[in-house]
């Protein structure tokens, strides 16, 4: 049995457990499968702890045996979280965020750490040159064997700012939402519903949406249904300034289940994001092709190559109104273009699996079981296009 072993994350583990012990259903993707694999460690650790970062409670063991803690970092400061690994004995880190003084702390101290993230990362501005330099120094650290991230994209952005693509593994979430789960959508309703889930940011890209529902409904009957938790009902009062109570419905925050209904119910699944949000690869994409329901996204990085424009999707140009309109416009118009692509809907779906599950690289770094021919088939070298 090892000594013990520390998931460093945003998600909060322990409202997550309780709310599935108690009967609740799962509220983001993949969270239940995610809850029981780090309840099954406790029979290969001595100690498993989940130290969440992104709210402050005290310490306190879960009837699973998993120790929880919360440290809001945002508030508290990075600092605060070494004080609080310091008073910790453990052999294993995984750390689901790229915080370089957590991952130097783990090596100095000759404890295994494993980043497996969900970031994009560019090189634009002297701010993120300098962040990236001191990243890549850590990450490119002989005691990190290897390290994940989330979808192709993403894990080439890492690749491209100084990471050795050696190292980098690919990974993603299991699927049980599947597009041969939903029937094709041969046609677009009378008043067509748009849908929208995830956070309530600028960055994000929903105040753009706002802004494009404004646009059509001079030209069109449209509706938008919002799932994400609007805090302060910042949303609300800007939908209301806009005069557009009538025309979008704030759903709140939505188990992942209903969310995945909603996409199927819908006519079009919007993405906005503008290309300064580091998106890995949104399960909204994924969900979205699931579903059938006909996808629309902004022209992020990380979304390239992964919807075609009018092949699986249409493209937008991010931070931009007017342009997400007129797709929207288009796709409401062209019955044919609609047809095609929630037909293409599944095959590009297929196209995003990767081969790697995120539980199934935390085995292999417990296990160190990963030599170098496994590392030449799953790293991002060996996906196509990544062989050089």
């Not at 052999?91 to 790229?98: A, C, D, E, K, Q």
Request: with cysteine; aromatic share 8%; glycine share 4%.
């Amino acid at each position: 049995m090892w000594e013990g072993i520390v998931f460093l994350q945003f998600g909060d583990y322990k409202h997550a457990y309780n709310n599935l012990e108690s009967g609740g259903v799962q509220q983001y993707y993949a969270q239940e499968h995610s809850v029981n694999y780090v309840s099954k460690l406790v029979d290969k650790f001595k100690h498993v702890t989940v130290l969440c970062v992104s709210t402050d409670y005290p310490h306190e063991l879960l009837s699973n045996d998993v120790s929880v803690v919360g440290i809001n970092m945002m508030q508290r400061g990075e600092n605060s979280l070494l004080d609080y690994l310091s008073t910790l004995t453990f052999s294993h880190l995984v750390i689901r965020t790229p915080l370089v003084k957590i991952i130097n702390f783990a090596t100095r101290n000759d404890i295994k750490v494993l980043p497996i993230i969900a970031d994009s990362f560019n090189s634009d501005g002297i701010k993120n040159k300098i962040k990236n330099h001191f990243l890549v120094k850590t990450l490119n650290n002989d005691k990190i064997k290897y390290l994940g991230n989330h979808s192709i994209n993403a894990s080439t952005s890492l690749s491209d700012i100084g990471v050795s693509p050696d190292k980098i593994i690919p990974w993603d979430w299991p699927h049980t939402i599947v597009p041969e789960m939903f029937e094709i959508k041969n046609k677009i309703s009378s008043i067509p519903t748009l849908f929208y889930a995830g956070q309530i940011s600028k960055e994000k890209g929903i105040y753009d949406l706002i802004d494009a529902i404004e646009l059509m409904v001079k030209v069109a009957a449209v509706t938008l249904e919002v799932a994400g938790n609007d805090k302060e009902n910042q949303l609300q009062s800007y939908i209301s300034y806009k005069k557009l109570d009538s025309h979008i419905s704030l759903l709140g925050m939505l188990p992942q289940p209903d969310v995945v209904n909603k996409m199927a119910s819908a006519d079009i699944v919007i993405v906005p994001s503008r290309h300064e949000y580091p998106e890995g690869l949104p399960m909204t994409i994924y969900e979205g092709l699931a579903s059938r329901t006909p996808l629309i996204v902004s022209d992020h990085n990380m979304f390239i190559n992964k919807v075609v424009d009018s092949v699986s999707g249409l493209i937008f140009d991010a931070g931009q109104p007017d342009s997400l309109a007129q797709k929207c416009l288009r796709l409401i118009n062209d019955a044919d273009l609609y047809q095609k692509i929630s037909t293409n809907s599944a095959e590009a779906w297929h196209a995003l699996r990767i081969k790697v599950e995120w539980t199934e690289l935390v085995s292999h770094f417990i296990r160190d079981d990963l030599d170098n021919n496994d590392m030449e088939k799953i790293s991002l070298r060996s996906y196509e296009g990544h062989n050089v």
